[in-house]
């Protein structure tokens, strides 16, 4: 059965998305989307206000899918958040401005017909701002995984030998991040000897000291030795100073020093062919 909402809306379709399209017109500049073309806006408009039309006649999967499909393009094409919940307030605002307009505007049939309307834009905006969020979730999540890796990557340069370069301040959080890359790396490469390279740490104190033994230590359990390269003249002073010892750990000043030393150390060596 046709309820009085539906058949409003189906009499006054035409007026609705007029209007409608005149306010967002007006607010574009709010939406945040100056740059987009006219042609564009005016097709995306006409694809919303039909879909918002449209969800009022249809229920439960069907009316998901279709707002989830709206709202995924949205997002793939990069259209801000406040272009949905601006233009359903609009549309809101629009609609019952009309009715009150209307001729058919007893108390009883405004207050019922508001009611249902605060349901129909309600669920519209709970399903897109759903869709929003987990897209937003997924993307920082995914963003965090990478950035995590990136912080401390373990790079296989020869075969048994890697390098994990450390740039940047560590703290707990990232020592951890570190532990974890060092070990699943020397698993995932079968690293004999990995070189862990401070070149690119600023502070070397014996907070950080103690996380690279603790890493150096553990990478020790599953079978690599670890050198530790990029020993700055002022880190080394300060490792002095500070009484850290890491006479465990084979070090080198530099990078390819470290190398050179991970060759010895696994049978290699490299050879000029032009000195043959």
Known sequence: METQL??????????????????????????QLQNTSDEDFGNSNEEFVRLIIK?????????????????????ILGWPIIYLTQGLHLFKKVFIRLI?????????????????????????THLLMKEYIGSWEHTVKQQQIALRELSAPVIPVFEGISVLPLI????????????????????????KVVLIDITGVPMVDAMVAHHIIRAAEAARLIGSMTILVGIRPEIAQTIIHSGINLQ????????????????????????DRGRE
């Not at 969800?55 to 709206?70: P, V």
């Open 100 to 124: 009150d307009e209307g001729d058919d505007n007893s108390c009883s049939l405004t207050l019922k017909t508001f009611n249902e309307v605060d349901d129909w834009v309600g669920t519209i």
């Open 55 to 75: 969800a009022l006649s249809t229920s439960g999967e069907e009316r998901n899918i279709l707002i989830k499909d709206f709202a995924k393009k949205k997002i």
């Open 6 to 31: 539906i058949s409003l809306v189906k009499k006054n379709t035409e007026q609705i998305i007029s209007e409608w399209n005149k306010q967002m017109t007006i607010h574009r500049g709010e939406l």
């Open 168 to 191: 940047g301040s560590i703290d707990t959080e990232r020592a951890r991040q570190i532990m974890e890359n060092l070990l699943n790396g020397i698993i995932r490469h079968e690293t």
């Open 248 to 271: 465990q750990f084979m070090t080198c000043s530099s990078l390819r020093n470290g190398i050179t030393l991970a060759l010895q150390m696994t049978g290699k060596s490299i050879v």
